[in-house]
């Protein structure tokens, strides 16, 4: 087996969140506003390994209008939160937040092993 094999070989140990329940706050004084959302995974014993999320804002017509990531990095990595100022044209029912499963480096992933190298 070749090394490209080996790193593609078995990741099903990697859960696979996603971003649910976003709401957008009502704006400051400053006209920003915070949108959240909560993490879900089908296994919530595994560890997740994310190392920031990633807000994509479309408008109706489902066209990108903004785009924003957070880094989760002393934040434990489990609420998604963008502070942004007014984007015209978007809408929150076509905004979606993705968790990538990005391990920390110094514990590389390995196939059949959790992200966290467990």
Same mark, same amino acid.
């Given at each position: 087996?070749?090394?490209?094999?080996?790193?593609?070989?078995?990741?099903?140990?990697?859960?696979?969140?996603?971003?649910?329940?976003?709401?957008?706050?009502?704006?400051?004084?400053?006209?920003?506003?915070?949108? +959240? &959302?909560?993490?879900?995974?089908?296994?919530?014993?595994? #560890? !997740?390994?994310? %190392?920031?999320?990633?807000?994509?804002?479309?408008?109706?017509?489902d066209?990108?209008?903004?785009?924003?990531?957070?880094?989760?990095?002393? +934040? &434990?990595?489990?609420?998604?939160?963008?502070?942004?100022? #007014? !984007?015209?044209? %978007?809408?929150?029912?076509?905004?979606?937040?993705?968790?990538?499963?990005?391990?920390?480096?110094?514990?590389?992933?390995?196939?059949?092993v959790?992200?966290?190298?467990?």
């Open positions: 087996m070749g090394d490209l094999e080996k790193s593609t070989a078995d990741f099903s140990g990697w859960v696979q969140p996603e971003v649910v329940n976003l709401v957008r706050s009502r704006p400051d004084s400053h006209g920003f506003s915070d949108i +959240t &959302g909560a993490l879900r995974s089908r296994a919530p014993e595994v #560890p !997740v390994c994310i %190392a920031e999320f990633v807000l994509i804002m479309r408008d109706a017509k066209r990108i209008v903004h785009t924003q990531v957070v880094t989760t990095y002393g +934040t &434990g990595g489990r609420l998604p939160s963008f502070t942004l100022r #007014p !984007v015209p044209g %978007a809408d929150l029912a076509h905004t979606t937040v993705y968790a990538p499963q990005t391990p920390r480096t110094e514990r590389p992933p390995a196939a059949g959790s992200c966290d190298g467990s």
